[in-house]
């Protein structure tokens, strides 16, 4: 399966599927799903709840963020998989960090949700064929392919793991 072309997502999405240049998508989430897994496994607890700024998320609300945002991507990527013809919202992510209640959270629970999370979407993305992944559709105002969203879902990811090794640690 070829990688998406710049014509099958918005271009403020290039700064994700640039990070991601297998051509592979099953590839691709093996790859990196093992390697967000083990740098989240070597975040210092010290460094969990920090934020680099005022106003800025922790590391914690990074990856609250990071699974919610897989979980919005995926849900695009089943409704025009299966032809949904209807538009899909954007998403506010600082209202959704605002509201998650990450201080609560465990952050192995975390980094296990996430690893469950991208699994899902793993699987999923095995089990579309070449039809299903050239599909698209609108999701906050921009046609996107079922193809760039599985890129884009794992571009996201490396590129707040890239943040949060420039910014927090």
Do not use: C
Request: aromatic share 12%; net charge negative; proline share 4%.
């Amino acid at each position: 399966m070829p990688r998406p072309m710049q014509s099958e997502y918005a271009a403020y999405y290039e700064t994700y599927v640039s990070r991601v240049p297998e051509e592979d998508l099953t590839a691709a989430f093996r790859k990196h799903t093992a390697s967000v897994l083990a740098f989240l496994t070597r975040i210092p607890d010290q460094k969990k709840d920090y934020a680099y700024a005022p106003g800025k998320w922790t590391i914690r609300q990074v990856l609250q963020h990071i699974i919610d945002a897989e979980r919005v991507f995926a849900y695009r990527a089943l409704n025009f998989a299966r032809k949904d013809a209807n538009k899909l919202p954007g998403f506010d992510e600082n209202e959704f960090a605002d509201v998650a209640r990450v201080e609560h959270r465990e952050w192995n629970d975390m980094v296990e949700e996430f690893q469950f999370v991208r699994n899902s979407s793993d699987l999923f993305f095995r089990a579309l064929g070449e039809e299903e992944l050239s599909r698209s559709g609108i999701a906050s105002n921009n046609a996107v392919s079922v193809r760039a969203l599985g890129y884009i879902m794992l571009g996201h990811a490396i590129h707040h793991m890239e943040v949060v090794k420039e910014r927090y640690l």
